[in-house]
């Protein structure tokens, strides 16, 4: 029989391709990924049809911002969706390219007005305010569903415009929604679970067609309605589109930036010396801290995509039809740009981690809103008189896409 650690040196992408790689302790996988950072050329990674990992900060960086070359269509997810579910749902922002993913983000961006981000910023201070008023009052144990999910989830749905009636299933809805995305399950599971998780994208996306209409014909101050009665070159978004751009916001808006939250205070509680620094001057360190838990605990783990022109990037010549997997796990460790990448240093700068994209067309449009909301939620959670810290580890899903917390147990420091 040949050893493990035999087979992944005569085959080093193998170990990418294994489901168990993913359930190891993050430790294990950062170490993997730095022998393949230390490789002349990118590796091929035999999962499903197989692709080729790209995990040097420069050559995700290169990839994203040559979308003529490494296009996002049909999918940047693993495994990519299926003909029949993208007819059904449309096409998500993040699946598209060229004047299609253009014509969308235009429409998209001018409905985010200077009054509209404006409102949301003041919102996002008064919600995590409000938080925090209620885990002092309330004193809760678990930190993932009694904070982290709670503000993207209630900022989202107040900019959109969502009812309250409906927040409570949109919230069961996005976590059935993808709850399993990249997670190795068992045959019974994977037949059931796809269908879950489409029933739960389908309810929400009809749910928010539904408030769609009737704001077209009642259009009031919030994102729905700039989105639907948009002008941009005479279109505004469809039913379908609508849902589509929803689904994006909610399962990546909500769920990267809970998880980024979470993160964030377990590398707190693990870094006392950098949470002693953050504390001494929250507005001084505040940016520099969000940025360093973006980068430590990259959210999203990795993006794929197609190549669709001949290119060599990192001494390997790509061919049209071939997949490459940006992996930003391991762009935000490269040695190459980070001095000392694993440790968890506010100070660091410069930072420019790939956690929000490698630039080009598709970085991410909610990056400025998720820093606001980490910013004011640890400025509440740190600078109140009854200070938190995580207990234990965190429940990872093992998942190959996103760095996701299941729960956090988490504890105050005084009574």
């Known amino acids: 029989m040949t050893l493990p650690a035999q087979r992944h040196a005569t085959d080093p992408g193998r170990e990418l391709a294994e489901p168990g790689f993913w359930q190891q302790p993050p430790a294990h996988r950062l170490t993997a990924f730095a022998r393949l950072r230390a490789r002349d050329e990118p590796v091929f990674v035999p999962e499903g049809a197989g692709h080729w990992a790209l995990v040097r900060h420069a050559h995700v960086q290169e990839a994203s911002r040559l979308p003529k070359v490494f296009a996002s269509a049909p999918g940047v997810t693993t495994p990519e969706p299926a003909r029949w579910v993208r007819a059904l749902f449309g096409d998500s ?3 598209l390219d060229g004047p299609d993913h253009a014509q969308l983000r235009r429409i998209v961006q001018r409905a985010f007005t200077p009054r509209l981000l404006a409102a949301a910023e003041a919102d996002i201070h008064a919600v995590a305010g409000r938080i925090v008023d209620d885990v002092l009052a309330d004193r809760p144990d678990e930190f993932v569903s009694a904070v982290a999910s709670r503000l993207p989830l209630e900022v989202i749905c107040n900019m959109m415009g969502i009812p309250e009636r409906h927040r409570a299933e949109i919230a069961d809805r996005v976590n059935h929604a993808s709850e399993n995305i990249g997670v190795e399950r068992g045959l019974a599971s994977r037949l059931r679970m796809p269908g879950r998780g489409l029933r739960a994208l389908a309810r929400m996306q009809r749910m928010v067609a539904g408030i769609g209409r009737e704001r077209r014909k009642n259009p009031t101050d919030d994102l729905i309605s700039a989105l639907v009665c948009a002008n941009v070159d005479g279109q505004a978004l469809g039913a379908r589109q609508l849902g589509a751009f929803f689904s994006l916001l909610m399962v990546a808006g909500v769920e990267t930036t809970r998880n980024a939250i979470t993160h964030g205070l377990t590398l707190l509680t693990d870094h006392p010396d950098q949470r002693e620094l953050l504390l ?3 507005e001084e360190y505040a940016d520099g801290a969000v940025d360093e838990m973006i980068r430590h605990s990259t959210p999203i783990i990795q993006f794929r995509r197609t ?7 990192g001494g390997r010549a790509f061919r049209p039809g071939e997949k490459v997997v940006l992996y930003y796990a391991s762009a935000n460790r490269d040695e190459a740009v980070f001095t000392d990448p694993d440790a968890f240093d506010i100070t660091r700068s410069p930072n420019p981690h790939l956690g929000f994209g490698g630039g080009g067309p598709h970085f991410c449009l909610g990056a400025h809103l998720a820093r606001v ?18 207990v234990g580890l965190p429940d990872l899903a093992g998942s190959n896409f996103d760095n996701r917390v299941r729960s956090l147990r988490f504890a105050f420091e005084r009574p």
């Open 93 to 95: 922002m993040v699946n």
């Open 280 to 282: 001494s001057d929250f």
């Open 307 to 313: 190549v669709t022109a001949e290119h060599t990037l």
């Open 373 to 390: 909301e980490m910013k004011a939620l640890f400025r509440e959670l740190l600078t109140r008189p009854v200070g938190l810290r995580a």
